[in-house]
């Protein structure tokens, strides 16, 4: 995956196992994926990042720091919640928490997937007001579909932040970039589109270190 990317202009990869906090403890999870990192032993040219996809149920807030989970060097934590989450009520307190207690700025994994904030564009502005950052997958964009229509008017009204491969194998999920990066330029130019793919609404980088993550990825 990690060669497929970088042949896709790709210079950065934030690996982001799954996190469930009610299964493993942080701990567990940790040792997991250093055994990951040190068992791939990857001498390739890409920049590893580890970082996490967070399940965030109530059993996170056991650990007094999640640190470990964030993309390096910023609060940035990527999340995704229930299928069903309506993101009012128990879900949005669940988030709002999150940003209480640790500081963090949650990065809604693949957005598109909850028919809440697909039939709801109301809550998904409502996320964005609070501080949520939006994530979509680029296999979304590239297939026409509703959910791609969706996508692309998130991007167009400013509430998409960034995009991900969501990739997880060479052959069924395979990591995909460029074809979702083409339609995202056909639909908002490549001022904007590049600014999304760079992950710079994510949250705002120092000057001096504009091109330190040109492009990521969320598996």
């Not at 995956?1 to 210079?11: F, N, S, Y």
């Not at 700025?105 to 409502?126: G, I, K, N, Q, T």
């Not at 932040?161 to 330029?185: I, K, M, S, W, Y």
Request: charged share 15%; hydrophobic share 40%; glycine share 6%.
């Amino acid at each position: 995956m990690l060669q497929a990317l970088a042949g896709q202009q790709v210079t950065d990869v934030v690996l982001t196992p799954h996190y469930g906090s009610g299964q493993e403890s942080m701990g567990d999870f940790l040792a997991r994926r250093e055994n990951a990192l040190r068992l791939l032993d990857y001498k390739g040219a890409l920049h590893l990042h580890p970082a996490a996809e967070v399940f965030l149920t109530e059993y996170l807030f056991n650990n007094p720091s999640i640190d470990p989970l964030f993309f390096p060097q910023t609060r940035l934590l990527l999340i995704e919640l229930p299928y069903h989450a309506a993101f009012t009520g128990p879900s949005l307190q669940l988030i709002q928490k999150l940003q209480q207690n640790y500081s963090a700025v949650p990065v809604l994994a693949h957005a598109e997937r909850y028919p809440a904030l697909v039939s709801h564009p109301s809550r998904l502005r409502d996320l964005v007001r609070q501080g949520v950052r939006i994530q979509v997958n680029l296999s979304t964009l590239e297939n026409r579909s509703s959910l791609q229509k969706c996508a692309l008017r998130w991007a167009g009204e400013g509430l998409l932040h960034a995009v991900g491969t969501d990739c997880h194998n060479t052959t069924t999920r395979p990591p995909q970039f460029e074809r979702g990066a083409q339609v995202l330029t056909q639909h908002l130019g490549e001022g904007a589109a590049a600014s999304i793919l760079a992950a710079e609404r994510l949250y705002p980088p120092p000057r001096n270190q504009q091109d330190d993550f040109p492009y990521l990825f969320f598996p």
